[in-house]
């Protein structure tokens, strides 16, 4: 099956400082790729939808200026946590959908976690 | 506006009785697709199953079932015989057909406990 790969599995940074979150679809080309922030003890909330050439698409509430996403090719997404904070802390989830397909499947990551000290 | 409901938070029940969760979703559009997955304590999200809106047969895998009402909203979810590594966060998913910069749409999980 799919398989989507996550850099790094987790990271501890100071506050302040930026990070760089990367998602890649191994042996897909994935058109589509979104972006998850998921809470302890709480469900996934969609922060961004990047599609490949385009800005991305940010859910309300997501400031764009801290959370960059960039998506340049169609296996690669990269979400940049800008001048981090420590209600930053997370654990990241990306997810990859099938090129030329209905978005009926999307594919995780095993996600990043970020813990901003 | 899309909605998933778990109303159960947490469920803790003993190894080897049957469990079920529920799951209750919202929406206007008649083409959807409902989802469940796993999550264990490592993070990763599994996928479980996919179902569209046009097909409300049930489905049996193993020691998991899931019954699909749509008169009900309703896409249940059913461990047979629990063990213990079926202790994880499980959630229900909703997404509508076709559109691509749709999104998927998580309930807010049921944390399952299964106790040796």
């Known amino acids: 099956g799919a398989v989507v790969s996550q850099h790094p599995s987790w990271v501890i940074c100071k506050s302040g400082t930026s990070v760089k979150i990367e998602c890649r679809s191994l042996?897909?080309?994935?058109?589509?790729m979104f972006w998850y922030r998921q809470f302890p003890k709480q469900s996934l909330m969609l922060m961004a939808t990047?599609?490949?050439?385009?800005?991305?698409?940010?859910e309300q509430g997501v400031e764009k200026d801290k959370f960059l996403i960039n998506h340049a090719s169609l296996t690669l997404s990269t979400l940049t946590v800008t001048s981090a904070h420590p209600e930053d802390s997370s654990f990241y989830i990306c997810?990859?959908?099938?090129?030329?397909?209905?978005?009926?499947?999307?594919?995780f990551g095993p996600g990043t976690r970020l813990t901003v000290l | 506006a899309q909605k998933v409901t778990q109303a159960q938070t947490e469920i803790s029940v003993v190894e080897k009785e049957d469990v079920t969760l529920d799951c209750v979703y919202e929406?206007?559009?008649?083409?959807?697709?409902l989802f469940w997955y796993k999550q264990p304590p490592s993070g990763e999200l599994v996928f479980l199953i996919r179902?569209?809106?046009?097909?409300?047969q049930n489905e049996i895998s193993g020691r998991y079932s899931w019954n699909f009402q749509k008169s009900t909203s309703s896409f249940n979810f059913t461990i047979t015989a629990s063990q213990v590594v079926d202790s994880a966060v499980y959630f229900c998913?909703?997404?509508?057909?076709?559109?691509?910069?749709?999104?998927?749409?998580f309930g807010k999980g049921t944390r399952l406990h299964i106790l040796p």
């Open positions: 179902r569209n809106s046009f097909d409300e």
């Open positions: 929406t206007r559009d008649t083409t959807y697709y």
């Open positions: 042996d897909f080309q994935a058109t589509t």
């Open positions: 998913a909703l997404s509508l057909w076709g559109n691509r910069d749709d999104k998927i749409i």
């Open positions: 997810s990859a959908a099938l090129r030329d397909r209905p978005l009926d499947t999307q594919y």
């Open positions: 990047s599609n490949e050439g385009s800005k991305a698409t940010y």
